[in-house]
């Protein structure tokens, strides 16, 4: 019964023996990452051997569209992420988006998208969540909430909203850090009411403290899980813990005890993330067995846990699947989002200088990134990266200067790069590809993307272009060139 409560990760492309061995004794599911996913081909290949030991096992990965990929994590997304989504406000184009991006999880054999954000990001400053929240609205939230799973669903594949009960209204990263919020509030609910109201089967805690109910994490805090989620929104779903190796569990209570109380507090299945393998699997199984035989986790609740992980294990087997829409969809959607202001067609080539923050843990890094993606959009373009000011950067007479940022209301070098590339350049252009929260004054022409995905660049890409081919036929030059 505890092994069917964990969900580990795992290295490599191909299933260890230790999780095909752990999958015959019991255990409820994996979480696959980046490192896991070489081809569409390989990872279809690898979840038919893990489905192989174990029929119902379930088989997570953070798909959430934009920055935020593992299927196309060399190529960038082929879907923009929620604040694009948000930004459109059309709930048919995101139920359409959630369900193609369930159907490319289908292909591959993956029945569990940790999808999607639901939190209200109610606080600019955020940064883990930002750019993956639908919004600051409530309602506009909630409403995107429900749509997207509704089509994740739809397709047959197991909706996880997160994180519960509401990661927006911090300003510290709890891969880092225990971040505090002083109480819940109602507006910060109304996303998951109606991700329970449309159906989902599963949802995420935050590892968030609520100064409110006490000193425990969410994860770990019975007034959360139990009264608030269970008793008051009455979810009757699979609850999942965020990743038990993050420092606000690891550095405090550390991952066995956080595995524990967890489970305690009305958690089902544990989330043990990418740095934790085989040794912390055995830890942790052995602390809940321990837990349940010295009479501190009572055995009624480990079944209930299991009961249902196992439900939503045979709900994604025999789950009636929607029409498959036509592909295309995610293109569509970062088109409709992008916002322009000002003079932003180029006129000829252009110098890309992309300033390039430290990536969220969230997203990753990515093998190519915005610069890349922009400069194959455009024509002739010449692509610089910059991690840090000052630096030296030449802009040419003969190039029209594109300043990539993202989220330049939380990196005061971002702003204070652009003030000082732009000054100088008549015809500059600033495309912002996080959220719109300042804009540069010395710039003609802003592009905003909202979010940082291969569709929402190319998007502005065409934006940028749209306008220049007089410029381009004398150079003589096609896009993508």
Request: aromatic share 4%.
């Amino acid at each position: 019964m505890a092994a069917n409560c964990l969900f580990p990760g795992f290295v490599g492309r191909t299933a260890p023996d230790w999780v095909r061995r752990s999958l015959q004794a019991g255990l409820g599911g994996v979480v696959l990452f980046a490192r896991n996913v070489e081809s569409r081909e390989q990872l279809r290949a690898l979840t038919d051997t893990l489905r192989a030991e174990r029929e119902d096992v379930l088989i997570a990965i953070d798909e959430e569209g934009g920055d935020v990929t593992r299927l196309e994590t060399k190529t960038g997304s082929s879907y923009p992420g929620n604040a694009a989504l948000g930004a459109v406000d059309d709930v048919e184009l995101t139920d359409h988006v959630a369900a193609s991006i369930a159907w490319e999880l289908v292909d591959v054999g993956v029945n569990v998208n940790l999808a999607p954000v639901a939190d209200v990001n109610s606080n600019p400053a955020n940064p883990v969540i930002g750019i993956r929240s639908f919004g600051p609205d409530p309602e506009l939230v909630a409403r995107h909430t429900a749509a997207f799973v509704r089509g994740t669903q739809l397709a047959g594949v197991v909706a996880c909203a997160k994180h519960f009960p509401g990661h927006g209204d911090t300003d510290v990263d709890s891969h880092l850090a225990l971040p505090t919020v002083e109480s819940i509030t109602e507006a910060a609910l109304l996303p998951f009411r109606a991700a329970i109201g449309a159906g989902v089967m599963s949802i995420m805690s935050a590892h968030i403290r609520v100064a409110a109910l006490g000193d425990e994490p969410a994860t770990t805090n019975a007034a959360i899980l139990d009264d608030l989620l269970r008793r008051e929104l009455r979810f009757v779903g699979m609850a999942m813990t965020d990743a038990l190796e993050m420092r606000a569990i690891s550095a405090t209570v550390g991952v066995e005890e956080g595995a524990v109380r967890a489970l305690e507090a009305g958690a089902d299945a544990l989330c043990l993330g990418h740095d934790l393998g085989e040794d912390a699997c055995t830890r942790v199984r052995e602390a809940i067995v321990d837990a349940v035989r010295t009479g501190r986790l009572d055995e009624g609740r480990l079944e209930g846990a299991v009961e249902r992980v196992r439900l939503t294990g045979g709900w994604a087997m025999r789950a009636p699947r929607g029409e498959r829409l036509p592909s295309g969809v995610g293109v569509t959607a970062a088109r409709r989002a992008l916002r322009a202001d000002g003079r932003t067609a180029l006129e000829r080539p252009a110098l890309v200088v992309e300033l390039m923050p430290e990536p969220s843990i969230a997203a990753g890094s990515l093998p190519e990134g915005p610069g890349d993606w922009l400069g194959r959009a455009l024509p002739d373009a010449k692509t610089v990266r910059v991690t840090r000011w000052p630096v030296d950067v030449e802009v040419e007479r003969s190039r029209q200067l594109v300043v990539l940022v993202r989220d330049a209301h939380r990196h005061a070098w971002q702003r204070a790069a652009v003030e000082a590339l732009t000054a100088p350049a008549k015809d500059a252009v600033v495309v912002e590809l996080g959220l719109p929260e300042w804009r540069p004054p010395r710039a003609a022409g802003y592009v905003c993307t909202y979010g940082a995905g291969r569709v929402n660049v190319e998007a502005a890409g065409e934006r940028l272009y749209s306008g220049s081919r007089r410029g381009v036929e004398q150079s003589g030059s096609s896009p993508g060139s």
